[in-house]
């Protein structure tokens, strides 16, 4: 992958035919072999890392002038630092195995400099070696930068057709990285279930699984995310298929069950890092909770209730949390009534921002579970009410309040 | 002649007593009267001193419940109470049939969620929010 990138982009073309060693890794591109001076005069080597802009499957233009550095604080040869690159900004964990040391920060003095500092990466990177490498070419003539070393493309182990460069542009890759490798189920492709899906997408969980049995027809088409066409309408597909179509666009691992989820299928639940449970069958629950907290599957159960007060709508979302060491708060929190058809309160109303908004308070909940929001509180059960926006949190695990 | 000189006197003294008699019930009538009208009037006062100690204690309250008003008189609301003012009726079944909260309570329970069995104190334009959350 990294290499048809390079091949597509002449600034890190360039870079490669003049010699560097150019590689890309998780959304960074990384110059290795970097030659300078430490505090003692000794030749040393380093590496300059920073996030790589993508367009489509070209580099575009740097989006600031700040580059990483791994290795020693640059000298001169007298033993001290090279000015013109200090920034008081600390290392930090760029991706898992990649820790930079120092962040540097030297704008281009030319006129007609754009303002983010470099027009593209080659000036970016000369620049910076430039300033760096000085010293050590200087007292050591036949060092380099330029070691013509090509690296062979690595498997990244990504689930995703492009980098994610959302996350290497804020530099939070080792925070993605909490998602890695997580084997997640979606149970129940409606409104809310199918925007679940388009969250947990973007993330780096190696697997999704798909579960339902419906059709996806046109009053879904107004709940759910993106635009479907009359012909998608019109072929029939079932929710499974349409989504896992769309969704494998842009990643891989997800895979489609037509099941409608009875305690027959239970058992397709089996060994998920996470379950999401977006259906709408209160009787199935209890047993479905009791079924994963033994398998020692933590889960999310959502639900919302819109009702009509005159000519407009007031609601409740509510997310709430089970895992196999907390659990007890379930049952006062979830209906286990059944309602298929309409239940007594006439009709069964839901818009597409309220399902979005569900999924996406599901979502955080299920991040903050594996470390990547802060979560001081581990709330088991919100719910938050359209009217006043307000969001009421309970249940506390015992170490916590 | 004597004899009829006694009756007389004895006659006259009967109808003195009689008269006296009439007297003393006429007086006794007007103070019944005037304990009766006190009676009345310290009944009344009582009632209406019971009324603003009930008015004090349990005030008629006004709940905005699911965005619509609905009177109340006693101090606090029960999660079924709730439910009955919402919806009419209540079927307790497996579960929680409603997520329940409130806001804009009195002192110390200004806002929150009403879980099934517990009761919360109310006070007037308190909100109540009353909704199945099955639906996905």
């Known amino acids: 992958m990294s290499r048809r990138l390079i091949d597509h982009s002449s600034d890190l073309k360039r870079l490669q035919t003049e010699g560097y060693e150019v590689r890309i890794k998780e959304g960074f591109l990384l110059i290795s072999s970097v030659p300078y001076l430490d505090r003692a005069g000794q030749l040393r080597h380093g590496v300059l890392a920073c996030e790589l802009t993508q367009q489509g499957s070209r580099a575009g233009a740097p989006s600031n002038h700040t580059i990483w550095w791994q290795g020693e604080y640059p000298c001169r ?61 200087a007292l050591y003539p036949g060092s380099t930068a330029r070691t013509e070393r090509v690296f062979p493309d690595e498997e990244e182990n990504s689930p995703f057709i492009y980098p994610d460069t959302n996350s290497s542009r804020a530099e939070i890759n080792v925070i993605s990285d909490k998602l890695r490798g997580l084997r997640i189920a979606i ?79 239970f058992h397709t639940l089996t ?53 196999p060491e907390m659990n007890q708060h379930l049952i006062k929190r979830v209906s286990m009534i059944d309602n298929d058809g309409d239940d007594d309160y006439g009709t069964n109303i839901q818009i597409a921002e309220a399902n979005a908004l569900n999924a996406a308070l599901a979502v955080l909940r299920w991040k903050k579970l594996f470390g990547f929001y802060i979560d001081p509180d581990s709330e088991y059960h919100s719910q938050f009410s359209l009217d006043e926006q307000i969001i009421f949190n309970a249940d506390y695990p015992p170490s916590v309040c | 002649m004597e004899k009829n000189q006694h009756e007389g006197e004895l006659l006259r003294n009967e109808s003195d007593e009689i008269r006296e008699l009439k007297e003393q019930v006429a007086h006794n009538k007007v103070e019944k009267d005037l304990a009766e009208e006190i009676v009345q009037r310290e009944e009344a006062d009582i009632e209406q001193l019971e009324k603003k100690i009930e008015a004090l204690e349990h005030p008629q309250v006004v709940l905005i419940v699911n965005a619509e008003p609905k009177d109340w008189a006693k101090p606090k609301i029960s999660y079924k109470e709730v439910v009955i003012l919402a919806f009419g009726t209540y079927n307790e079944q497996d579960g929680a049939e409603y997520s329940v909260d409130y806001s804009k309570g009195p002192e110390g329970h200004e806002q929150g969620i009403l879980d099934k069995g517990e009761s919360v104190p109310v006070k007037n334009k308190m909100r109540f929010r009353v909704t199945p959350t099955n639906r996905s």
């Open chain 1, 77 to 137: 040869r007298d033993g001290s630092q090279i000015g013109g690159l200090y920034n008081p900004t600390a290392g930090k964990d760029l991706f898992k195995g990649f820790a930079a040391n120092h962040f540097f920060s030297a704008r281009p003095s030319h006129p007609g400099a754009p303002a983010t500092g470099y027009s593209n990466y080659y000036d970016k990177i000369i620049t910076y070696i430039g300033i760096i490498s000085a010293p050590a070419l």
């Open chain 1, 187 to 265: 149970v129940g492709l409606g409104g809310t279930g199918s925007y679940i899906l388009d969250f947990v997408t973007k993330t780096l969980v190696a697997e999704i699984h798909l579960f339902d049995d419906d059709v996806f027809g046109q009053h879904n088409a107004f709940r759910a995310p993106g635009a479907a066409s009359l012909m998608e309408l019109d072929a029939k597909m079932k929710k499974v298929d349409y989504y896992h179509r769309i969704y494998s666009k842009m990643r891989t691992g997800i895979f489609a069950h037509d099941v409608r989820l009875s305690r027959d299928t």
């Open chain 1, 271 to 323: 060994g998920f890092s996470f379950v999401f449970i977006a259906i709408d069958k209160g009787v199935l629950k209890k047993a479905l909770f009791d079924f994963l907290t033994a398998q020692g599957t933590p889960f999310i159960d959502v639900g919302m209730g819109i009702l009509r007060v005159g000519n407009a709508l007031r609601g409740t979302l509510r997310v709430t949390t089970g895992t």
